[in-house]
């Protein structure tokens, strides 16, 4: 059993610990994330994943077609990121895998992913990578997660909101580690939280900055204390053509 969870949160997982499981034969190879994130850096291109998001709990809602988008974000983007949770942002697995079938770029499953379930769908419908958040999981289980994407050949992208989050993912051994500005329980925005979190963190794991990213100046500010990459959604959502200027 996960954490011992309150409000939404408590909702989410226990929605999620009952996800049916999507019988697939994979039909796309794997694409290398981190891999990718270090060709962009080195060719001087701001490495952003492009999120599909309609809803979100702290009240954001945009619709728009998912494969136009993700055509258009697979010539800017490092990788595209979708929402697979179906209760609270209105995302699903039919998303993933339509989304994942039109790009030949890295795609990351962003769920709340606490069973091994999760993870076998996430590979058939095509996820490259797959999100784990640190604050819903014990450390055995994120560990025994961790381990199970990788028997996959994909992965992990390791969520943390704390210090401890971020010692969790560390002893673990995550390599891509996600730092979130909001707070999963409050849904508040701590910038400074993030921004030390990301300044403190060794220099060998890949630092992807999440949340709240509006403009250039944000994303560069994240860069020179730094992060490598940038997860951006509701920004893009509202206007996919602000990509072209976060790159
Ligand atoms: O829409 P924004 O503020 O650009 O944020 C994107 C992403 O960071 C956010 O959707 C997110 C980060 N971690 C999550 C975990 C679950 C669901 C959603 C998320």
Same mark, same amino acid.
């Given at each position: 059993?996960?954490?011992?969870?309150?409000?939404?949160?408590?909702?989410?997982?226990?929605?999620?610990?009952?996800?049916?499981?999507?019988?697939?034969?994979?039909?796309?190879?794997?694409?290398?994330?981190?891999?990718?994130?270090?060709?962009?850096?080195? &060719?001087?291109?701001?490495?952003? +994943? @492009?999120?599909?998001?309609?809803? %979100?709990?702290? =009240? #954001?809602?945009?619709?728009?077609?998912?494969?136009?988008?993700?055509?258009?974000?697979?010539?800017?983007?490092?990788?595209?990121?979708?929402?697979?949770?179906?209760?609270?942002?209105?995302?699903?697995?039919?998303?993933?895998?339509?989304?994942?079938?039109?790009?030949?770029?890295?795609?990351?499953?962003?769920?709340?992913?606490?069973?091994?379930?999760?993870?076998?769908?996430?590979?058939?419908?095509?996820?490259?990578?797959?999100?784990?958040?640190?604050?819903?999981?014990?450390?055995?289980?994120?560990?025994?997660?961790?381990?199970?994407?990788?028997?996959?050949?994909?992965?992990?992208?390791?969520?943390?909101? &704390?210090?401890?989050?971020?010692? +969790? @993912?560390?002893?673990?051994?995550? %390599?891509?580690? =996600? #730092?979130?500005?909001?707070?999963?329980?409050?849904?508040?925005?701590?910038?400074?939280?993030?921004?030390?979190?990301?300044?403190?963190?060794?220099?060998?794991?890949?630092?992807?900055?999440?949340?709240?990213?509006?403009?250039?100046?944000?994303?560069?500010?994240?860069?020179?204390?730094?992060?490598?990459?940038?997860?951006?959604?509701?920004?893009?959502?509202?206007?996919?053509?602000?990509?072209?200027?976060?790159?």
């Amino acid at each position: 059993m996960p954490r011992y969870l309150e409000g939404w949160l408590k909702d989410v997982v226990e929605y999620s610990l009952r996800r049916e499981y999507i019988s697939a034969e994979r039909i796309r190879p794997i694409y290398n994330g981190i891999g990718r994130i270090n060709q962009f850096k080195e &060719s001087g291109i701001n490495p952003v +994943i @492009a999120e599909f998001k309609r809803t %979100s709990p702290s =009240g #954001f809602s945009v619709d728009r077609d998912p494969i136009g988008y993700a055509k258009f974000m697979r010539n800017y983007a490092v990788a595209l990121s979708v929402l697979t949770e179906e209760k609270f942002f209105n995302g699903s697995y039919t998303l993933l895998k339509s989304i994942s079938s039109s790009v030949d770029i890295p795609v990351l499953m962003k769920d709340f992913v606490v069973t091994e379930t999760q993870i076998d769908t996430g590979y058939n419908l095509g996820a490259d990578l797959i999100l784990l958040i640190v604050r819903i999981l014990t450390e055995r289980e994120l560990e025994g997660l961790i381990e199970y994407v990788r028997s996959y050949k994909l992965e992990p992208l390791v969520e943390v909101h &704390s210090k401890d989050d971020l010692e +969790i @993912a560390l002893r673990c051994g995550a %390599s891509l580690v =996600g #730092f979130n500005a909001r707070n999963l329980f409050t849904l508040e925005m701590d910038v400074d939280l993030q921004k030390e979190l990301i300044s403190t963190s060794p220099k060998d794991i890949v630092k992807v900055a999440e949340s709240g990213i509006e403009s250039r100046d944000q994303l560069m500010e994240l860069k020179k204390i730094g992060a490598d990459a940038f997860l951006i959604g509701s920004s893009l959502m509202k206007d996919p053509e602000k990509i072209k200027e976060f790159i």
